[in-house]
T-cell receptor, first 111, second 117 residues
Framework: AQSVTQLGSHVSVSEGALVLLRCNYSSSVPPYLFWYVQYPNQGLQLLLKYTSAATLVKGINGFEAEFKKSETSFHLTKPSAHMSDAAEYFCALSGNTPLVFGKGTRLSVIA | DADVTQTPRNRITKTGKRIMLECSQTKGHDRMYWYRQDPGLGLRLIYYSFDVKDINKGEISDGYSVSRQAQAKFSLSLESAIPNQTALYFC????????????????FGPGTRLTVL
């Protein structure tokens, strides 16, 4: 069975601080992993994806994520938070089934 | 123009009514999906279709049906709506990709907010 666990339903950071959103996965096949962002009243937008090439994946808006097989993790980071990063973030997994999503982490950025 | 459109964007209906949510795409993708989003539960797959003749149940298909009218159109129906179907519904599309598997990026519509009273 495939599953995704996002640690922390809500994360709050100060503007300019490091953003770290955690995602762990379980998969019986080599996984493809995704991070999506949802801004208020909008659909989901792809931030980045891991497809078994480089383990460090760079995405849009300064975000990046590192695939760590030994830890079954795919955490999302950004060195310096901006007010515009406030949104909900979803980690998702696919392999031999359509996407399986985590429950989401809401990021708040404090001025 | 948006690549994936959903109509209506908002709908309020009553228990027992039949509701259809529509999705259209101009991306030329074969694969289409319907999800529902509930606070704290993330997105859950309702149905998906890999081509016009292919329909598959997802994690939470009970109480829903779908129709794939054409490559570009995929509709979701609630035959007899109930209050716990109140949610945000998303349509998504993806290409088959090089592997032919399920590993390709999905592109989402803006969502339909459905309220069942």
């Amino acid at each position: 069975a495939q599953s995704v666990t996002q640690l922390g339903s809500h994360v709050s950071v100060s503007e300019g601080a490091l953003v770290l959103l955690r995602c762990n996965y379980s998969s019986s096949v080599p996984p493809y992993l995704f991070w999506y962002v949802q801004y208020p009243n909008q659909g989901l937008q792809l931030l980045l994806k891991y497809t078994s090439a480089a383990t460090l994946v760079k995405g849009i808006n300064g975000f990046e994520a590192e695939f760590k097989k030994s830890e079954t993790s795919f955490h999302l980071t950004k060195p310096s938070a901006h007010m515009s990063d406030a949104a909900e973030y979803f980690c998702a997994l696919s392999g031999n089934t359509p996407l399986v999503f985590g429950k989401g982490t809401r990021l708040s950025v404090i001025a | 123009d948006a690549d994936v459109t959903q109509t209506p964007r908002n709908r309020i209906t009553k228990t027992g009514k039949r509701i259809m949510l529509e999705c259209s795409q101009t991306k030329g993708h074969d694969r289409m999906y319907w999800y529902r989003q509930d606070p704290g539960l993330g997105l859950r797959l309702i149905y998906y279709s890999f081509d016009v003749k292919d329909i598959n149940k997802g994690e939470i298909s009970d109480g829903y049906s779908v129709s794939r009218q054409a490559q570009a159109k995929f509709s979701l129906s609630l035959e007899s709506a109930i209050p716990n179907q109140t949610a945000l519904y998303f349509c998504a599309t993806s290409d088959e990709g090089t592997s032919g598997g399920t590993t390709d990026t999905q592109y989402f519509g803006p969502g339909t907010r459905l309220t069942v009273l």
